[in-house]
Nanobody, 117 residues
């Protein structure tokens, strides 16, 4: 009964910025972890950034200093501010939500980010 909706993807020029949003609704409490993953052409899905319900954050080395993850618990929403985008950031970005009670994993449908001049 949990729905995950991602938004904010699109086409951006190198050096530009985007902000992705991931909103969770339904039977969800504030005890959840959320993360952003991305998948370029191919089977591998890479962790980009994550945040726990307690506020701990983690970033991939490739995005440190450029991406910032934040959360608004009142809205059950997490954001990924992406600055200084380059061609290597082109991918489908997926939001993952892990709830504690019940212990389940949910994936969003993905949002395409394309960096091109």
């Amino acid at each position: 009964q949990v729905q995950i909706v991602e938004s904010g993807g699109g086409l951006v020029q190198p050096g530009g910025s985007l902000r992705l949003s991931c909103a969770a609704s339904g039977s969800i409490s504030n005890s959840y972890n959320m993360g952003w993953y991305r998948q370029a052409p191919g089977p591998q899905r890479e962790l980009v950034a994550s945040t726990t319900s307690s506020g701990t954050t983690n970033y991939a080395d490739s995005v440190k200093g450029r991406f910032t993850i934040s959360r608004d618990n009142a809205k059950n929403t997490v954001y990924l501010q992406k600055n200084g985008l380059n061609h290597e950031d082109t991918a489908v970005y997926y939001c993952r939500v892990v709830t504690i009670v019940p212990n389940k994993v949910y994936w969003g449908q993905g949002t395409q980010v394309t960096v091109s001049s």
